[in-house]
Protein backbone atom coordinates (compact mmCIF):
# COMPACT_ATOMS: atom_id res chain seq x y z
CA UNK A 1 0.00 0.00 0.00
CA UNK A 2 1.71 3.29 -1.04
CA UNK A 3 0.19 6.41 1.40
CA UNK A 4 0.44 9.89 -0.06
CA UNK A 5 0.71 13.22 1.83
CA UNK A 6 0.06 16.27 -0.02
CA UNK A 7 1.08 19.40 1.60
CA UNK A 8 1.71 23.21 0.44
CA UNK A 9 -1.93 24.26 -0.84
CA UNK A 10 -3.34 27.29 0.96
CA UNK A 11 -4.65 31.08 -0.02
CA UNK A 12 -2.77 33.35 -2.62
CA UNK A 13 -3.31 36.47 -5.17
CA UNK A 14 -3.78 36.31 -8.72
CA UNK A 15 0.28 36.37 -9.94
CA UNK A 16 1.45 34.51 -7.44
CA UNK A 17 3.34 31.31 -6.76
CA UNK A 18 3.12 28.03 -4.72
CA UNK A 19 4.97 24.97 -4.29
CA UNK A 20 2.89 22.02 -3.60
CA UNK A 21 4.73 18.42 -1.96
CA UNK A 22 3.82 15.12 -1.73
CA UNK A 23 5.39 12.76 0.43
CA UNK A 24 5.44 9.36 -1.03
CA UNK A 25 7.47 6.73 0.77
CA UNK A 26 8.03 5.22 -2.91
CA UNK A 27 10.95 5.08 -5.02
CA UNK A 28 9.49 7.63 -7.08
CA UNK A 29 12.06 7.29 -10.32
CA UNK A 30 10.66 4.10 -10.04
CA UNK A 31 7.66 4.57 -10.27
CA UNK A 32 5.44 4.12 -13.67
CA UNK A 33 3.88 7.80 -13.44
CA UNK A 34 3.88 10.95 -10.80
CA UNK A 35 2.55 13.70 -10.92
CA UNK A 36 -1.11 16.04 -10.03
CA UNK A 37 -4.62 16.42 -10.97
CA UNK A 38 -6.75 19.28 -9.76
CA UNK A 39 -10.41 19.53 -9.25
CA UNK A 40 -11.44 22.64 -9.23
CA UNK A 41 -15.24 23.57 -7.93
CA UNK A 42 -18.34 22.27 -9.87
CA UNK A 43 -15.76 20.79 -11.94
CA UNK A 44 -14.52 16.79 -13.20
CA UNK A 45 -10.53 16.19 -12.21
CA UNK A 46 -8.25 17.53 -15.08
CA UNK A 47 -4.61 16.81 -14.88
CA UNK A 48 -2.46 19.30 -14.21
CA UNK A 49 1.18 17.39 -15.00
CA UNK A 50 2.77 14.38 -14.65
CA UNK A 51 6.13 12.42 -15.01
CA UNK A 52 6.56 9.30 -16.59
CA UNK A 53 8.78 6.83 -15.40
CA UNK A 54 11.23 8.16 -18.59
CA UNK A 55 10.93 11.20 -17.48
CA UNK A 56 8.49 12.13 -20.08
CA UNK A 57 6.41 15.09 -19.14
CA UNK A 58 2.80 15.55 -19.87
CA UNK A 59 1.26 19.07 -19.28
CA UNK A 60 -2.64 19.67 -18.98
CA UNK A 61 -4.34 21.33 -21.27
CA UNK A 62 -5.31 24.30 -18.43
CA UNK A 63 -1.48 25.07 -17.43
CA UNK A 64 -0.13 26.87 -20.18
CA UNK A 65 3.53 25.99 -19.07
CA UNK A 66 2.78 28.03 -15.98
CA UNK A 67 3.11 24.85 -13.72
CA UNK A 68 6.11 22.35 -13.42
CA UNK A 69 6.07 18.66 -11.85
CA UNK A 70 9.30 17.24 -10.60
CA UNK A 71 10.17 14.94 -8.03
CA UNK A 72 13.34 13.68 -5.62
CA UNK A 73 13.74 10.22 -5.89
CA UNK A 74 16.60 10.39 -2.07
CA UNK A 75 13.17 12.79 -0.25
CA UNK A 76 10.53 10.31 -2.51
CA UNK A 77 8.53 13.30 -2.98
CA UNK A 78 7.35 14.90 -6.03
CA UNK A 79 6.33 18.11 -6.62
CA UNK A 80 4.19 20.91 -8.47
CA UNK A 81 5.77 24.62 -8.85
CA UNK A 82 2.78 26.90 -9.93
CA UNK A 83 3.50 30.21 -11.28
CA UNK A 84 1.55 33.39 -12.24
CA UNK A 85 -1.41 31.70 -10.94
CA UNK A 86 -4.81 32.43 -11.77
CA UNK A 87 -8.52 32.86 -9.88
CA UNK A 88 -9.48 29.68 -12.34
CA UNK A 89 -6.52 27.37 -11.26
CA UNK A 90 -8.69 27.38 -7.72
CA UNK A 91 -8.81 23.52 -6.85
CA UNK A 92 -8.40 20.61 -4.95
CA UNK A 93 -5.14 19.41 -6.11
CA UNK A 94 -4.18 15.37 -6.09
CA UNK A 95 -0.91 14.13 -5.85
CA UNK A 96 -0.81 10.20 -7.85
CA UNK A 97 1.62 7.57 -8.52
CA UNK A 98 1.14 4.71 -10.83
CA UNK A 99 3.24 2.12 -8.89
CA UNK A 100 3.69 -1.47 -9.82
CA UNK A 101 0.69 -0.19 -12.48
CA UNK A 102 -1.63 0.07 -9.30
CA UNK A 103 -3.21 3.69 -8.87
CA UNK A 104 -2.35 5.72 -5.53
CA UNK A 105 -4.00 8.73 -5.09
CA UNK A 106 -3.13 11.50 -1.78
CA UNK A 107 -6.12 12.80 0.31
CA UNK A 108 -6.41 16.13 -1.87
CA UNK A 109 -5.17 20.03 -0.93
CA UNK A 110 -6.64 23.00 -1.19
CA UNK A 111 -5.75 25.68 -3.75
CA UNK A 112 -7.10 28.97 -3.78
CA UNK A 113 -6.04 32.00 -5.97
CA UNK A 114 -8.11 35.13 -5.05
CA UNK A 115 -8.22 38.24 -7.71
Known amino acids: QVHLVESGGGLVQAGGSLRLSCETHVDVLAANVVGWYRRPPGKQRELVAA???????IDGDSTEGRFTVSRDRGKQQIYLRMQNLKPEDTAVYYC?????????WGQGTQVTVSS
Open 51 to 57: LTGLSTT
Open 96 to 104: FVRYQMIDY
